[in-house]
């Protein structure tokens, strides 16, 4: 059983920042030495859930980013190629949601991960971890 759990979460005010960190682990799943397509999502109550960013995990880590977090978000993953971080910078109160680790275990997903991502993709995911941002 895949598990992400991530970590991080809390209450800002406006203009702040937090990092988040996903980590996963269990069986089956690519060990560190593999690749595969890790991502954050968010949800905000009554919304769809929307793409924050994607990263590949490979040597290279290519990146992609939707449009509610260029500019102030970067994605990056860790040295096992297990853990990805999400770096929130000038958070505003419209990033207010339950950010979610997902990951789609496809070790040959790298075109798809940083062109194309969707969230249909992603078969594995955290439980989440709640940011609020107050004005």
């Known amino acids: 059983q895949v598990q992400l759990m991530e970590s991080g979460g809390g209450s800002v005010q406006a203009g702040g920042s937090l990092r988040l960190s996903c980590a996963a682990s269990?069986?089956?799943?690519?060990?560190?030495?593999?690749?595969?397509?890790m991502a954050w999502f968010r949800q905000a109550p009554g919304k769809d859930r929307e793409g924050v960013a994607t990263i590949y995990t490979d040597n290279d880590g290519d990146t992609y980013y939707f449009d509610s977090a260029k500019g102030r978000f970067t994605i990056s993953q860790g040295s096992a190629k297990n853990t990805v971080y999400l770096q929130m910078d000038n958070l505003k109160p419209e990033d207010t949601a339950m950010y979610y680790c997902?990951?789609?275990?496809?070790?040959?997903?790298?075109?798809?991960?940083?062109?194309?991502?969707?969230?249909?993709?992603?078969?594995?995911w955290g439980q989440g971890t709640q940011v609020t941002v107050s004005s």
């Open positions: 269990g069986n089956p799943y690519p060990p560190p030495y593999s690749s595969n397509c």
């Open positions: 997902a990951a789609d275990g496809d070790a040959g997903s790298w075109y798809r991960c940083s062109h194309r991502p969707n969230i249909a993709d992603f078969g594995f």
